[in-house]
């Protein structure tokens, strides 16, 4: 089975554009999460999709949104970047809601915004 | 609020030495816990949780975890270190209840000295 991919890998961006990430989950998975990932931070949680509705949302500013398409995939997206956005983007599956499920993260996509 | 505190930024070994990394949590109720490890570049891959039932967990890679439910912990350990295993290791907690994500440590760098 494919694991979770994360498209683009790589980012880079300037102040105040916007962007968009994509990831696809593993066939059958249903639920997909978002984390950001900074050294001074550590992982922290984005949101989380389960059957196309957001179940769960972490302490961003509105700025951040995502949606997941019938398909389970999900994109998120970012808009007025800011230099704190830059960071390690990762996206995890699992089969059901995040739970006793576990989750299986993609490669991430890396955003750079100068 | 559930939380994750893992005391070590930075745990180093001797190949072929036993590994401990430390973990301690916070949650209301009982926990689901998980740890995952990181290579520089790549996302996060799953090594163990544990849902209920023997308090010893045994894991991907000959890693394995204790739960100790009355000092909050779930350490991570392993009996032979290889260099290999040099990487970020995350501990993971969510309560079993509630609908709340999965939250993650900041993270202890292990590095396995030859």
């Known amino acids: 089975k494919a694991g979770v991919t994360q498209t683009p890998r790589y980012l880079i961006k300037t102040r105040g554009q916007q962007v968009t990430l994509s990831c696809s989950p593993i066939?059958?998975?249903?639920?997909v999460s978002w984390y950001q990932q900074t050294p001074g931070q550590g992982l922290q949680f984005l949101f989380e999709?389960?059957?196309?509705?957001?179940?769960n949302k972490g302490n961003f500013p509105g700025r951040f949104s995502g949606r997941q398409f019938s398909n389970s995939r999900s994109e998120m997206n970012v808009s007025t970047l800011e230099l704190g956005d830059s960071a390690l983007y990762l996206c995890?599956?699992?089969?059901?809601?995040?739970?006793?499920?576990?989750?299986?993260f993609g490669p991430g996509t890396r955003l750079l915004v100068l | 609020a559930q939380s994750v505190a893992q005391p070590e930024d930075q745990v180093n070994v001797a190949e072929g030495n036993p590994l401990t990394v430390k973990c301690t949590y916070s949650?209301?109720?009982?926990?689901?816990l998980f740890w995952y490890v990181q290579y520089p570049n790549r996302g996060l891959q799953f090594l163990l949780k544990?849902?209920?039932?023997?308090?010893l967990v045994k894991g991907s890679y000959g890693f394995e975890a204790e739960f100790n439910k009355s000092q909050t912990s779930f350490h991570l350990k392993k009996p032979s270190a290889l260099v290999s295993d040099s990487a970020l290791y995350f501990c993971?907690?969510?309560?079993?209840?509630?609908?709340?994500?999965?939250?993650f440590g900041k993270g202890t760098r292990l590095s396995v000295i030859a």
């Open positions: 999709y389960f059957s196309e509705t957001q179940r």
């Open positions: 066939s059958g998975h249903r639920s």
């Open positions: 544990y849902i209920t039932g023997d308090n």
């Open positions: 949650v209301s109720g009982n926990p689901y």
């Open positions: 993971a907690v969510r309560a079993r209840s509630g609908n709340t994500p999965l939250v």
């Open positions: 995890a599956s699992s089969l059901d809601r995040v739970g006793i499920e576990t989750q299986y």
